[in-house]
């Protein structure tokens, strides 16, 4: 766990203090939004963690192609087996185990967790497992 946040609170409170922006760095959604404005520029490029999830292969060939590099065919697979959820969490360089305590404390939870998606309008493996009844009939009633 991130050590700027205070002692881990409920799941409940979390949610309510991501919602409402009151986590310690700030609002999630005015940070995503910042970037989100910029998406459509010619010199940024753009991409979510549940693409990444859905067409690993297929996001790296279009990285590729906003980067101008043509890569033969091992030299993506080899950019495919290192940027897999399995491969990073067994890497210390992705992980935060090389942080020192006082910025993450690691007895308190793991920077990658379990790398799972729920398919689209779902969280990455967050929201499902962790909300209530309501929240969870909420969330299937949105379509978020």
């Given at each position: 766990m991130?050590?700027?946040?205070e002692?881990p609170?409920?799941?409940?409170?979390?949610?309510?203090?991501?919602?409402?922006?009151e986590?310690?760095?700030?609002s999630?959604?005015?940070h995503?939004?910042?970037?989100?404005?910029?998406?459509?520029?010619?010199?940024?490029?753009?991409?979510?963690?549940?693409?990444?999830?859905?067409?690993?292969?297929?996001?790296?060939?279009?990285?590729?192609?906003?980067?101008?590099?043509?890569l033969?065919?091992?030299?993506?697979?080899?950019?495919?087996?290192n940027?897999?959820?399995?491969?990073?969490?067994?890497n210390?360089?992705?992980?935060?185990?090389?942080l020192?305590a006082?910025?993450?404390?690691q007895?308190?939870?793991?920077?990658?967790?379990k790398?799972?998606?729920?398919?689209?309008?779902?969280?990455?493996?967050?929201?499902c497992?962790?909300?209530?009844?309501?929240?969870?009939?909420?969330?299937?009633?949105?379509?978020?």
């Amino acid at each position: 766990m991130c050590n700027s946040y205070e002692d881990p609170v409920s799941f409940e409170q979390f949610l309510m203090d991501f919602l409402s922006g009151e986590l310690p760095h700030g609002s999630w959604f005015e940070h995503v939004r910042g970037w989100m404005e910029m998406k459509d520029r010619e010199n940024f490029f753009f991409i979510t963690y549940e693409e990444l999830k859905q067409d690993l292969q297929g996001s790296v060939r279009r990285l590729c192609r906003f980067l101008g590099q043509n890569l033969d065919e091992d030299a993506i697979s080899s950019v495919v087996q290192n940027a897999s959820f399995t491969a990073m969490r067994q890497n210390p360089m992705c992980s935060s185990i090389l942080l020192p305590a006082d910025i993450m404390d690691q007895t308190k939870g793991q920077f990658l967790r379990k790398g799972e998606w729920r398919g689209p309008r779902r969280s990455a493996g967050f929201w499902c497992p962790h909300g209530s009844s309501r929240e969870n009939e909420e969330d299937s009633s949105t379509g978020t």
